[in-house]
């Protein structure tokens, strides 16, 4: 299966971390992606891991990768209002197509 | 570098008539690939081309359809439009070799009345 679940709503406050949790079924995923949707806009890729990895640290993010547990999670570190958007977390193999949950929209308040 | 861009930004057609999105991919990525965002039913994967050639396909009818050309852009013509296809139709652009993620364009945004 390709499933890709993720929470619908997360609200922090500014300055404070942001964690956003995935699962995913397929085993076989050589990638997991996180992008970053604005209101009006496509999708920015904001980083991504590769499945033999567990953790990825990119300025304020860091990815964890819990491969057996299909458990990926996005922490932003001193949230700021720039980054209330929708964010996805995606899956890929060796077809080359990338299965999205359904996106968390976070919502940075002052 | 330049992106992966779009056109257009938006279009607006009525039922039944046939609809063609573009999209050039980003210099130097071979393969594109197409989604559907609507809403309610999130993305979902469309096609991918690569090398002029259709690699995949997701569970779509086969009014939903495109092609890539030489310069590797690439176009998705959806035909005998109905309201349920109004969505965000999102391009992106990768190599075929799968060791580079998968970079989105802005979207066209399908409106049918």
């Known amino acids: 299966g390709e499933d890709v679940e993720q929470s619908l709503f997360l609200s922090v406050r500014e300055g404070d971390s942001s964690v956003i949790n995935c699962t995913y079924t397929?085993?076989?995923?050589?990638?997991l992606y996180w992008y970053k949707q604005e209101p009006g806009a496509g999708l920015q890729l904001l980083t991504y891991i590769f499945s033999n990895m567990d953790m990825k640290q990119d300025q304020r993010l860091t990815v964890l990768l819990n491969k057996k547990d299909k458990h990926l999670s996005l922490r932003i570190a001193d949230t700021q209002t720039g980054d209330s958007a929708i964010y996805f977390c995606?899956?890929?193999?060796?077809?080359?197509?990338?299965?999205f949950g359904a996106g968390t929209t976070v919502t940075v308040r002052a | 570098e330049a992106g992966v861009t779009q056109s257009p930004t938006h279009l607006i057609k009525t039922r039944g008539q046939q609809a063609t999105l573009r999209c050039s991919p980003i210099s130097g990525h071979t393969s594109v690939y197409w989604y559907q965002q609507a809403l309610g039913l999130g993305l979902q994967f469309l096609l991918w081309y690569d090398e002029g050639e259709e690699r995949n396909r997701g569970n779509f009818p086969p009014r939903f359809s495109g092609r890539q050309f030489p310069n590797y852009s690439s176009e998705l013509n959806v035909n005998a439009l109905e309201l349920e296809d109004s969505a965000l139709y999102l391009c992106?652009?990768?190599?075929?070799?799968?060791?580079?993620?998968?970079?989105f364009g802005d979207g066209t945004r399908l409106s049918i009345l």
């Open positions: 995606a899956e890929g193999g060796g077809d080359y197509k990338l299965s």
């Open positions: 397929d085993s076989s995923s050589t990638y």
């Open positions: 992106a652009s990768g190599r075929q070799d799968g060791n580079q993620p998968q970079h």
